[in-house]
């Protein structure tokens, strides 16, 4: 009974996404062009993605852009410079309460972002979800069959997008190796390709002080 009257609210939630595109379609609150990337996975997979932030600000280099996070993983974005604002979901948060999920995508829809980039390989139907709401004219990710969605789930999904990115490369390869691929299939040559944590002001002094209290070289590994 739990999980039918589940199946009936995510079909509903999914139809006034569909509904909110004509009601938010003539909706301008702000002149510079939005761009939305959606990471609401792991940690691990977010420090993974930093190489490909500066391709794609390269690419849309006058849009402003947007990283969707969880909660805590913000200051793992806030000193890239290629990045204009984070913004965080509660991602137990948003599956377990209707009103905060409705407030959220209702908050999506009225930033009126022109491109909205999903990333994640293994998509979920939240990420869907996410990217119905934003309304974008240009809506992207990969077309793989997630074990986080239903066959069902991934057809319905799969018609949002305005494009769906076929990998190459096999099913257990490296995530960075994935997040590469993603940036060439954009139409972006790659280059260098390593992950990277830019430390602000603050950080760098308290890392000074660490590497002097214990003696240490620049030759640490953490």
């Not at 390269?58 to 805590?72: A, C, D, F, Q, W």
């Not at 990045?83 to 209707?98: F, P």
């Not at 305005?162 to 096999?170: C, F, P």
């Not at 390869?173 to 954009?186: A, G, P, S, T, V």
Request: hydrophobic fraction near 35%; proline fraction near 3%; aromatic fraction near 12%.
């Amino acid at each position: 009974m739990i999980i039918f009257i589940k199946k009936k609210i995510n079909n509903f939630i999914w139809f006034l996404g569909k509904v909110s595109a004509k009601i938010f379609a003539n909706l301008r609150l702000h002149t510079k062009k939005r761009l939305l990337i959606i990471r609401i996975d792991g940690i691990g997979d977010i420090v993974l993605f930093t190489p490909s932030l500066k391709y794609i600000k390269s690419k849309y280099s006058n849009y402003e852009i947007t990283v969707l996070v969880r909660p805590g993983y913000e200051p793992l974005l806030h000193n890239h410079q290629t990045i204009n604002r984070i913004i965080s979901v509660n991602y137990q948060k948003y599956k377990r309460n209707i009103f905060y999920r409705l407030s959220f995508l209702i908050k999506i829809a009225c930033e009126r972002f022109e491109i909205t980039i999903y990333p994640v390989y293994s998509r979920e139907r939240m990420g869907d979800e996410i990217v119905l709401w934003s309304n974008s004219n240009k809506k992207i990710c990969w077309n793989t069959k997630s074990p986080n969605m239903s066959l069902k789930e991934k057809i319905r999904g799969d018609k949002i997008y305005t494009h769906l990115i076929n990998s190459k490369l096999k099913k257990y390869d490296h995530e960075l190796l994935r997040n590469k691929e993603f940036i060439q299939e954009l139409g972006i040559e790659v280059n260098d390709f390593l992950p990277r944590n830019y430390c602000g002001e603050k950080e760098k002094e308290h890392i000074d002080k660490i590497f002097k209290q214990f003696n240490l070289n620049d030759n640490i590994i953490v």
